[in-house]
């Protein structure tokens, strides 16, 4: 019995250690996975995984591997962004797959990149016929980037003279039923307002399930009950 809660401490302890230590890397860690943060996260992983499990480690070897990643980790970060040079070594850098419509196979080669991964990766941008593609680059983080031919790229409201509107950042006001009170309160929105706003739709604050105020100051409410008979997909 001894042993299972000797586990349980350990495991939720490297839990809280990964926490902080995502905490103190920042969010492009996990948002942008270049080499090193790759590498970073592999070895932060296993070290993490030997707290749990390993009892023959010692807790303080343990600890002292997840602060020595944690600095070096840091200090490269700090390196790259002082460095162009070092920058590439550490996080490796952009290469052109597509260029001027052209495929180069030369760089797909050297990068091991097949064209059923180009292809899917092209798909997830929206574009099925690679004809439509000017330049495609896969970033250091793995993920492409496309420039469309010129008359495959979308209108704009600027191309077309058209008027624009002002927009402001959605505020969430409902979610998962819940009214966020301190988002009304810093908006300058009130509790007596929004059920006046709900009353004339013929609702009160218990029907809805998600509630945001748009980019364009409009009101937008899901209700738990969404009047579909019969869903195309249901879990």
Do not use: C
């Amino acid at each position: 019995m001894e042993a299972y809660i000797g586990i349980i401490i350990r495991t939720f302890s490297a839990i809280l250690l990964l926490l902080l230590v995502a905490q103190i890397l920042g969010k492009q860690t996990i948002s942008n996975m270049t080499l090193r943060d790759f590498v970073t996260g592999i070895t932060i992983g296993t070290i993490a995984a030997n707290l749990a499990f390993n009892e023959t480690q010692q807790w303080t070897h343990l600890l002292l591997s997840l602060f020595v990643i944690t600095v070096t980790s840091i200090v490269l970060s700090i390196i790259a962004l002082k460095s162009r040079k070092m920058r590439r070594l550490i996080s490796g850098s952009p290469t052109i797959l597509i260029e001027g419509g052209k495929i180069l196979e030369d760089n797909m080669r050297k990068l091991r990149y097949s064209m059923d991964s180009l292809d899917q990766a092209l798909r997830g941008k929206g574009i099925f016929n690679i004809e439509e593609v000017e330049y495609a680059v896969l970033e250091d983080n793995g993920t492409v980037s496309v420039l469309k031919k010129d008359e495959h790229q979308y209108v704009t409201k600027k191309d077309m003279k058209l008027r624009s509107h002002k927009q402001a950042f959605p505020v969430e006001l409902i979610m998962d039923g819940i009214l966020i009170e301190e988002n009304l309160r810093n908006n300058g929105l009130t509790r007596e307002w929004l059920d006046s706003e709900l009353k004339r739709r013929g609702k009160q604050l218990a029907d809805v399930f998600y509630g945001v105020r748009g980019t364009r100051q409009q009101l937008v409410f899901d209700f738990y009950e969404d009047g579909v008979a019969k869903p195309i997909d249901k879990e």
